[in-house]
C-alpha cells in the first residue's frame, strides 16, 4: 500500500529552521518526483517546490525562494523540506506528495508542477511559527 508519512512539524521563532521529513513506503521513489505543498485552516493550498527524481533539480515558489531547500535520499524513501528564517507568515501545515504519472518531467524541466499532478499526499506537519 502506497503511503507518505510527513513527520518533524513544531514550534518554531521567527527567524528559526526546521526541517519537516516525508518517508514514503510502498512505491519505489526513485522514479517519482516529490513535491511540497503547505496549507493554512481556511485557507487554500499553496505550492513551495518540488524536486526532480533524480534530485538534480528543483523548483520553489517565489514566497520561499532563497529560504526553503528541497531534497531527497532514495535510498532512505526519504524527502525533505528544509526551512530556514522562517517568517510568521510561513505558519501552515506541510504536506509532501508524489506524481501520480512518474512520467510527469514537469519539475525536471524547470517548471513547478501543480496540485492536480499529484496523486498521492502525506498526512501533513504542523509548522507554526511565533514567538
Known amino acids: 500500500q502506497l503511503q507518505l508519512v510527513d513527520s518533524g512539524g513544531g514550534l518554531v521563532q521567527p527567524g528559526g529552521s526546521l526541517r519537516v521529513s516525508c518517508v514514503v513506503s510502498?512505491?519505489?521513489?526513485?522514479?517519482?518526483?516529490m513535491g511540497w505543498f503547505r496549507q493554512a485552516p481556511g485557507k487554500e493550498r499553496e505550492g513551495v517546490g518540488c524536486?526532480?527524481?533524480?534530485?538534480?533539480?528543483?523548483n520553489y515558489a517565489d514566497a520561499v525562494k532563497g529560504r526553503f531547500t528541497l531534497s531527497r535520499d532514495n535510498a532512505k524513501n526519504t524527502v525533505y523540506l528544509q526551512m530556514n528564517s522562517l517568517k510568521p507568515e510561513d505558519t501552515d501545515f506541510y504536506y509532501c506528495a508524489a506524481l501520480a504519472d512518474p512520467f510527469n518531467v514537469m519539475c525536471k524541466l524547470g517548471a513547478l508542477v501543480p496540485e492536480g499532478d499529484y496523486g498521492y499526499w502525506g498526512q501533513g506537519a504542523q509548522v507554526p511559527v511565533s514567538s
Open positions: 510502498g512505491f519505489t521513489l526513485d522514479y517519482y518526483a
Open positions: 524536486v526532480s527524481a533524480d534530485g538534480d533539480h528543483s
